[in-house]
């Protein structure tokens, strides 16, 4: 009596568990009936039967079609008994018919000749999670993308500078060439121009000088 009492309590504190799971908790024996739904299935999905009234004969309608095949592929292994466990990835239909992301755990319940008698699958609701991720890498994206506009703003900014400065070192050497030729000019003007004509005026004025009979006016030293 005692075992009993002790195997029922513990029973009662494993149903009020699952019952009050924030996963939604679903168990199917080897055929892929449903044997058990608690409330955050319900939530998820409604009531574990299909849309003719039938119970649930297979987990495939409640995994979005894309994923099926993969999700399969472990919910097998779990129920062949060559792996204890697994974890899947995969995306679910809601009740509503929104496609939501999920983290599905499977844990084969086996006899005592090791034979699965059922697969308990524990869902949790990631979406909200994804769709963060997904922002996050979204965000990352357009700032590595800013960084990069920046980067090249800024190459194209210094190459332009670099630009001017070459350009303004060539202009300063024009400068000092077109400086120093007006002053190789001026020069040769003053000293072809005026300093000729100086010279002219001067032996002009001695030649007058010399017709009036008078010492020349200019002294040259």
């Known amino acids: 009596?005692?075992?009993?009492?002790?195997?029922?309590?513990?029973?009662?504190?494993?149903?009020?568990?699952?019952?009050?799971s924030p996963l939604a908790v679903i168990e199917f024996d080897s055929e892929g009936h449903c044997l058990s739904w608690n409330h955050k299935a319900e939530e998820f999905f409604g009531q574990p039967k299909l849309n003719n009234g039938q119970p649930l004969q297979s987990f495939l309608p409640l995994v979005y079609p894309e994923d099926r095949e993969h999700f399969q592929e472990y919910y097998e292994a779990v129920r062949t008994g060559s792996q204890m466990t697994?974890?899947?990835a995969a995306r679910f239909i809601c009740r509503n018919g929104n496609v939501a992301h999920g983290e599905w755990?499977?844990?084969g319940l086996i006899d005592e000749n090791a034979v699965c008698q059922s697969i308990l699958c524990f869902l949790n609701n990631v979406t909200d999670r994804e769709k963060a991720e997904q922002q996050l890498l979204r965000n990352q994206s357009e700032l590595e993308e800013m960084i990069i506009s920046r980067t090249n703003?800024?190459?194209?900014?210094?190459?332009?500078?670099?630009?001017?400065?070459v350009i303004r070192k060539q202009l300063e050497r024009e400068l000092v060439k077109v400086s120093e030729r007006?002053?190789?000019?001026?020069?040769?003007d003053l000293h072809d121009g005026i300093c000729q004509e100086l010279a002219?005026?001067?032996?002009?004025?001695q030649a007058i000088a010399?017709?009036?009979g008078k010492s020349s006016p200019v002294q040259t030293s």
């Open 210 to 212: 010399k017709r009036l």
């Open 153 to 165: 703003t800024l190459r194209r900014i210094n190459e332009d500078l670099q630009n001017e400065i």
């Open 182 to 188: 007006e002053h190789r000019r001026l020069g040769h």
């Open 105 to 107: 755990y499977l844990s």
């Open 86 to 88: 697994a974890f899947v």
């Open 1 to 20: 009596r005692i075992c009993e009492s002790g195997l029922a309590e513990a029973g009662q504190r494993l149903l009020y568990h699952m019952n009050n």
């Open 200 to 205: 002219g005026i001067f032996y002009s004025i």
